[in-house]
Every structure is written in structure tokens, then in C-alpha cells.
């Protein structure tokens, strides 16, 4: 594709916006509702949370092994996990209270039962994180059910990432691709962002970015290059106690970088040279026209030497003097005057 083809798509392109909440909720659904309020408000397109069995995220001496990280969830892993994990029910209130607020709703699978959890609740969107990039089961199970879904590449090689695509294109089954760097927060230095087109190249597939710096520089100039989809963390705090708070945004930084990401389109433009109606303004300023040098007078022949040019730019440009000389004056026309052809013959 050449380069105008490329801004054009650009310019046409309206990035997927994603708003994370994860675990931010720290398992209480008024604040998980309260994170929905949050995302509607900034206009992303989606809100997404996490589902996990936690019983098989990882061997028993794991999951029961001490945990001092977060008191105030439990005293182990699994009491941690099973704090942060909502039931049924409260999924049904969360996807309704989030689709009421226009918000596509999304959920990361980490298991296959939480694949059939989700299912069973009528969600359409799953989100796949990066470990689960070599979870060949995962990918299997997931691609045969044929729902949207979107898989983060971080800690990945190119090979993994092939196998995982395989999977899903044996399967007829959609699939987009997320480039992610798995360092919490990620140094700008390891963004990476060129490899969002190599993924788009590479696989032929819808490609964007999950971002884990601090602050959101990098997820826009992700959409700049290219990211059909942006997702990341968003919390009400990021003094509160939890996995994710410290590297997600803060609601005004979340409505600031989604203003930033609708402005990129705007931005790059239609790569077609115009002025625009505000530049006509500045134009009719500086620009300059053609103007009497000295004063003519009716019957005179106009030649260039009794012209010159100044500004304002409301006048006949320069380009168009060929059709002022040598054409006869009908007025007398004072020096520094703005030329028009109404002031000579036709002829």
C-alpha cells in the first residue's frame, strides 16, 4: 500500500477502545459499576472484566501458598483470587448495567470453564491475555465456539504467535490481534510499537495494542501506526489496594487519552492538498495580491511595471496578472490599489 493510501485508511479509521477494569473493582460491584459509569463517560466502545476457575489457575502449593501482598483479600493466592471473582449473578448485572450504558461488554477467559461461564451469561466478546498465548487447549476450545476474540501477543516468539493463528484459521474462527508488552508498567524503550505493523503484515489480520506504561503516550501513537484497537487498565484510584491500580489511568486519564485517540483520524486528514476555510482566513490576511504601483489612468494599457504586491489576499493573485496586462484601463485607478478585472476591457 502507498504511503496516501496509507493515511487515508488512517483517516477513515475509527480505533476500538477497550477500557479494562479487570480486577480493579477489587471484587465489590459498586465499584465495578462505578468503573462502567466511568468508561461510558469517555466513550470507549467497551468495558472488560476477568473470569477465572480459580481452582485451576495453578498447582494446589501455589494457589494455597501465604500471600501478603493484599490483607485486606485473603491471606493466601486462592483467598486473594477467589476475593476478586464475581458469581453468576453479579455477571448478569454487570453485563446488563454495561450494555445499558451502550458499552459492549467483554470478558478475558483465562480457563475453559470460564469460557462456559461466559457463554452460559451470552457474552459474544472474550478477550485472550498473553500467557494464554501457548494454552493450545484454550485456543482450541475457544476458536470451536466462533466468538469474536481478541489475543494479546506479549512474552510471546513468532512462532507461538503463528501456532495460536493457525488454530484459529483452521477454525474459520475470528480472530484479532493485539501486540502487548508484558512488563507492568512497560519502560517506554521495550514499547515496541513497531511490531504493530509487522503483525498486520505478517498475519493479515485486525492488529492493535494493550498498553501497560504509565500514562498514554504510546497507546496513541499506537493508533498513529496503525492499532485498529487500543485496550488498557483503567481505575477510580490509583492509590487503592490490588494487582493493577498503579499502572492504570485514572478517569480524567482515560477521557483524555480517548479525546487524544478520536483526534488522530482528524489529524492525519485526507492526505489531499486544500485550503481549508480556516487557512482562507490567515490567506486573506497575508497572501498578497496585484496592485497599482502608480496611478493609471482611464485608457492606459496595464504593464508590469505599473504593478505591484501587496497584502491583503483578497485581491487577484499574482498567478492570474497574465490576464490583467496589456489590458486597457476603463477607470482611473489610484496607486496602491487592489487590481480587479472589472477596472479593465475585455479585450
Known sequence: MGLNNKIKSLSSQRCYIIAEAGLNHNGSMDFAKKLIDVAALAGVDAVKFQKRTVSKLAITSTLDAPDERFPEFGKTYREIREHLEFDFKEYVELKRYAESKNLDFMVTAFDLDAVDFLLSLGVDNFKLASHSLTNIELLKYLAQKQKRTILSTGMAEIDEIDHAVDIFKKNKASLELMHCVSAYPTPLDECNLMMISKLKSRYDLPVGYSGHELGYLPTVLAVALGAEIVERHFTLDKMMVGFDHKMSLEPGELISMVKDIRNVPKIFGSGEKSISKTEWITRNKYH????????????????????????????????????????????????????????????
Not at 485581491?315 to 490599489?337: C, F, H, Q, R
Request: charged content about 20%; cysteine-free.
Open 288 to 347: 498578497v495580491s496585484i496592485v497599482s504601483a502608480v496611478n493609471i489612468n482611464k485608457g492606459d494599457l496595464l504593464t508590469e511595471s505599473m504593478v505591484t504586491y501587496r497584502n491583503p489576499g483578497t485581491g487577484m493573485p499574482v498567478k492570474e496578472l497574465g490576464s490583467l496586462l496589456n489590458k486597457k484601463a476603463m477607470i482611473d485607478i489610484y496607486a496602491d490599489t487592489l487590481l480587479s478585472l472589472d477596472m479593465f476591457t475585455k479585450d
